[in-house]
């Protein structure tokens, strides 16, 4: 039956050319790995990983194409004149289940066709900095801190604090903390931004309600950097050791420059008798400062990063406002509002907003695919 239903269909495309995609791959990757011919670790590591995650999805490409030929069967049997009206009754029913099956089935597939934010897995670095509004824009500050703090460890993250500068009051102009653990960037990459406090100060006398603000930025933790040297990234001279004023102190090439081309770093070295050592000693000199000039360039990155996502700690610039007297929180990003700010700020309300951010992500994204 099946193969008479497949026969005027047109060739794949779109959605259904990206399954049939994704199924290929699937079967090339178990053939590679069932080879006789065996695969260096690298390849090894890498296939079976890109194997195990496209798994999940052909599950569910399955799952799908069999509730679409399921669906097919039944329309057949409803509609042969022949069946028994009782039998006919049950598979209108199960066509009307299946029929409301499918979009879920297939939004399950778009989403895990999605392409993947690689910092996801990432560990994170934190940064909540006093914006807007003196002391009481600190104390939130320190607020927020101890929140995203006890969030960390309701999900068993391990939250390090690595940097704190403190107001005489108990607030933080700035604090920096390294969170490690599973998804730790995935969750919290959303709560970069302004987020504004509205309450009255401890300060208040009179008893108004002021407005503060403070910045955070999530960003995922850089890995570290290995460096690899190219041969023909270098140009290698040798030349005599020379003393002061240009005397000469050694009467073979034993002195020797590295240059890295593609950075322009260069490492001379002339301690040693030996050409041999004075080359170890220059490379060994050289990894440090190419290592060096990689992590310069990953703090700028970070710098930049930050800057874009946290802008001036202008109030006008939130993302999210903490209305104390009316025990709110709203995310202006999604239109969220939820009457559970304490909660939210003891850190067990967050996976609420959480998860509402990442849905709206995915629908975007969704609607882009």
């Known amino acids: 039956m099946n193969e008479e239903r497949n026969k005027g269909r047109s ?22 790995l069932a080879a006789a011919v065996p695969l260096s670790p690298k390849d090894l590591a890498r296939f079976s990983k890109e194997y195990s995650e496209l798994s999940g999805v052909v599950a569910r490409i399955e799952e799908w194409k069999g509730a679409r030929d399921e669906i097919a069967d039944l329309a057949e049997m409803i509609a042969d004149a022949a069946e028994d009206d009782e039998v006919r009754q049950m598979a209108e029913e199960e066509f009307a289940a299946l029929k409301a099956r499918i979009p879920e089935l297939e939004r399950a597939i ?19 900095r006093a914006g807007t ?9 320190a607020d927020l801190f101890r929140m995203y703090q006890r969030y960390a460890d309701l999900h068993n993250w391990k939250f390090e ?9 108990g607030g933080f102009k700035e604090a920096v903390a390294n969170i490690t653990g599973a998804d730790v960037f995935a969750r919290l990459k959303f709560e970069s931004g302004v987020h504004r406090v509205q309450r009255v100060p401890q300060t208040e006398t009179q008893g108004r309600i002021h407005t503060s603000a403070a910045t955070v930025a999530v960003l995922p933790e850089a890995e570290e950097v290995d460096v690899e ?3 023909k990234d270098l140009r290698i001279d040798v030349f005599r050791a020379s003393g002061p004023g240009g005397q000469s102190v050694n009467t073979t090439d034993s002195a020797v420059r590295i240059t890295h081309l593609p950075t322009g770093i260069v490492v ?28 310069q ?37 999604i239109g969220l509002t939820l009457h559970k700010l304490d909660r939210i700020i003891a850190g067990d309300g967050l996976d609420e907003v959480v998860e509402a951010l990442t ?3 995915q629908a975007s994204r969704l609607a882009a695919l």
């Open 229 to 231: 040297i190219n041969d």
């Open 359 to 361: 849905a709206d992500d």
């Open 161 to 169: 604090i690595m940097e704190i500068s403190g107001t005489d009051k």
């Open 110 to 128: 778009k989403l895990t066709l999605l392409p993947k934010d690689e910092a996801d897995q990432r560990n994170a670095i934190l940064e909540v």
């Open 11 to 32: 060739p794949a495309a779109g959605f259904e050319g990206k399954l049939d995609q994704v199924l290929a791959r699937h079967n090339l990757l178990s053939d590679r």
């Open 268 to 295: 001379s070295q002339q301690d040693e008798k030996s050409q041999h050592k004075n080359k170890a000693k220059a490379m060994k000199i050289l990894r440090a400062r190419l290592y060096d000039h990689m992590r």
């Open 133 to 141: 509004g003196g002391e009481e824009a600190a104390l939130f500050a």
């Open 297 to 333: 360039q990953l703090d700028a990155e970070r710098a930049a990063d930050r800057r874009s996502q946290v802008g001036t700690g202008d109030r006008s610039e939130r993302i999210r406002t903490y209305n104390y007297p009316q025990g709110r929180v709203t995310d202006h990003r």
